[in-house]
């Protein structure tokens, strides 16, 4: 019993905290839940808009994988939903079918939910989340300073009142908008600068003011983080008042069905999975990386801990729900969580109020939203973003490491000229490359022995004694196929240069890891190395790594004499004639 | 003057063995030249074909290409021409455009030639020959393992007399090889049996006869390696005399024009290399590879030695020499310099000698193949090509390590489904994600004083003292992208175990290098910590990662009190109440 439910819990952690959940929690999780509803309802509305879905579609992504992943996840104050980050990749997985019906966009946002649930809650059952460690830091900076920026962009012609086609790359869109601006609508144009401005200034000016009249703290926790919800109301209200759809042909919402779809699964258009396989591993890793950096944040500093697997399996099974009630991909947001935290959430609570009050809002106000003018969703959304584009990051990458500053540059406009998707999968590559050139020289020491003792350091650096005929060589890596023809290529030209060398000592002390290619090499360089007449030694070789190489047989090949406990061991045995090493 | 001719001579190796060449090495090389000319005139027309082209293309790139990478290379006994697995990328290559006119097959061809040279050229100039690390041993065993095999199969039309339609994977064209078996033409199988009888039994019976009866050394070099030749001159002859293509429609040859072309550079289809960018990839990098790796063994065997890049701008130049003479792709190539090698040559100038008997064949002996049956060069290829084909290696490779047998059979399967191309693609990316999977998880070790000393040993492995309230981490490899969010999470699990947890000492002797993104997790590490009420503290960082981090500003972010010269010292002054370590 008490087995099964220690594996209960660690399927549900949920489990974990209900225990011993107690009223002041409740109260404490109700007001964060609160706070975050009132951000998170504009900004559902207004990122589905950015992933070319009808609003609804961001509510229902905010109700089901809210619930599922407090339930699930490890997290206790990670706040799930849509985020701008993965709409812009759904817009972009979208864009490929070229102009869709609602009800297929719907369909393929869903079934792109789907596949992401699939995949994550895939990685997470194999334990396969180490797959985002592909993306360095540079690699995400650039790539969300420069999503934000084609975010903040594709947002303009809302805020013009203008439509622009949808180009392949993104600075085809850039350059598409800029023609269109002299067809700009003025009304629109007055009412996103206006909200831009109120989304600006409030939290900056009401906060303060609140401090100075002692408001009390759930208001001073609420009313600032309301802006979203503020200029919502305020555009609705101004737009219906002056009756600007007719009058000056301001672009609205529209019509909302005030009801949660009934559960269903999208339809498997295998050939439409097909073209959105890259789009859906992107989602899947960007999405994770993301939560999962935030998650982390958040647990460390109330020393709680974050299992990355089940994360993963949180973020599947909150795909999957989304994808079930007709929404689209989610993943733990950073500001959203970052307010969630900040209000003082404990548990998973917090999360289930907020999704209750989104149920809510869809069922019973959506009427009223009908006026809420395209323009105030597009401020929304580029105030949410443009904090993301980070220069700062691309300068100091540059002068921390000119490798790690190309590599943000590289991601950043790529991302303009190739897209969002190819933009970051040139990131990696590119990353990759440069990490593979860098761990293709493996840190190698020729060592001599420091006056009579046993210890033995870089002939470089110390003044130290080497043995003539013998080259006693200190490897600093684990040897795997990426480095160890470096390895190779290296004691070959010494031995090429120095006629006289007779032995090669590998001292293998930082060796943890051999591979196949690594054995390979080893034997290789046996065999070569004597036929040219030069005998080939191992010394330190870790427990098991030795257990490795004796299963292989290379103990044997090489002969068990010619591996030593110890350097001193070693040089005690081969080295003739010491003679003083020249330090250079 | 001195530095421009060292600097012309490290352009053209081949400055520096001429200035010393004697007429001994003239009639060595002469004789090797001469072994090698008779292997490979009938393995170029041979490969060419396979290739999909016709043979003489194959003579084409057998005379310029010896000669510039006699003058260029490194290696004074690579023998580089046309080979097996290059031959069977080009025809998978031309595969994508469907039936080819002849002419438009030569000029694509030539295109992939100068693109390779281009290319290889290219990675020689800017160093960057550390690419083809990326090529595992497994999956290069794996890959040339299938490659063989689809080659052998692809050649059983020609041993059939059949002609078989090109499906897009070897798995398509083999069944429809297969299920083409009852057409097939008795003559040709019987000459084709024939041929691959004598092309194995030759070399095993004339050796032993040739030694019994005490023939002259270049004769027993010579013979027993001219078994190729043979059956190209019985083949021919049979066919001739027996009247077998008319009276029995067995498919011979033809006419080969019997000129060299005149140097033209092929036209450059920008659409036509953007298909063929994958190709022209991999044949740059296989290519390089499969000569580098022949390249270095036969060199360190004689103490000479090879320089990565200029081996990749000698091929490169080679490539291009073959573009311009209407050739195809060429690189130095496994058993023909070893046949070089083991007939005694000892500079380029064997090259040259086999270029110039290419040539002379190509002049005046080519009249005389026009009977020569196809079926012949079908069973030289399947006799080059098995030897290739490494059980052995599937087998040792699992048994060393699961991982890396399975990217050898992931990558020996994937040739057949997807592709050659595709194939090696696949298991590169296989291999990469299995050592990020490895790298990922840092080596750590927690440790603690060895007795009153000044050592710090693992806590699992030896009986030592800590700190009641300190931590103190070895980390055993650089920190890069790759491995540090692990790190990072591992700290954290121990911190949120150990409430009574107040520092945390990394001690950094095993770090070679930090990418900018362990740097960002140390500073964000170091912030939650912090909030945590942990303080963060480094020992024994080595220099040029203390002077990154220095001008980083982490340094002063941290506090320079918080880096410690030794982990002796950093135990004095962090380190409490000692108490004796659970040994686990």
Known sequence: MGGMRTRLASFVPALDWLRTYRRSDLAADTLAGAIVAVLLVPQAMAYAMLAG??????????????????????????????VAVVSLLVASGLAQFGALEPSEALGLAALLALAVGVVQLGMGLLRAGFLVNFLSHPVVSGFTSAA????????????????????HAPWESITGTLARVPDANPTALAVGALALVLLVLHPRLSAPWLERRGAPDWLQALVPRAAPLFVVVLGTLAAFTLG???????????????VLPRPSLPTL??????????????????????????????????????????????LGVANLGSALFGGYPVTGGFSRSMVNFGAGARTGVASIVTAALVLLTLIALTPLLFYLPRAVLAAIIIV??????????????????????AALIVTFVAVFVLGVELGIILGVVFSLVVYLSRSSRPHLAVVGRVGDSEHFRNVERHAVQTSDGLLAIRIDESLYFGNVRNLEQRIH??????????????????????????????????????????????????????DRLERSGFVDQLGRDHFHLSTHEAFGKLGAQPEQAVVE
């Not at 975010?151 to 439509?163: D, K, N, P, R, Y």
């Not at 600007?244 to 005030?258: F, M, Q, Y």
């Not at 890259?278 to 944040?297: D, N, W």
């Not at 904090?387 to 700062?392: E, F, Q, S």
């Open 384 to 405: 949410a973003v443009l904090p993301l584009v980070d220069l700062a990051a691309a300068r100091r990458a540059w002068s921390y490491s000119r490798a790690d500053g």
């Open 244 to 258: 600007l759809p007719e009058r000056a042909g301001l672009a609205i919402v529209g019509a909302i069905p005030s």
């Open 269 to 314: 258009d295998m050939s439409a999975l097909k073209q959105l396989a890259t789009t859906v591993m992107a989602i899947s890793l960007v999405g994770f990386l993301e939560s999962y950096a935030v998650a982390q944040t958040l647990a460390t500093r109330r020393r709680e801990s974050i299992d990355g697997s089940q994360e993963l399996v949180a």
């Open 53 to 82: 879905l009808p609003p609804e579609v961001g509510l229902y992504a905010s109700i089901a994988p809210l619930v599922l992943y407090a339930l699930l996840g490890t997290s206790r104050t990670l706040s799930v939903g849509p």
């Open 148 to 167: 934000a920026l084609v975010i903040a962009f594709s947002q303009v012609e809302h805020l013009l009142g203008i439509s622009v086609p949808r180009g």
């Open 493 to 546: 030209e010494r031995v090429a240069a120095d006629p006289k060398l007779r032995q090669v000592l590998l001292i293998a002390s930082g060796i943890n890891f051999v591979d196949v290619t690594g054995l390979e090499c080893l034997e290789l360089c046996a065999t070569t190395l004597a036929r040219a007449g030069v005998d080939l030694h191992l010394a330190e070789v870790k427990g098991p790594v030795m």
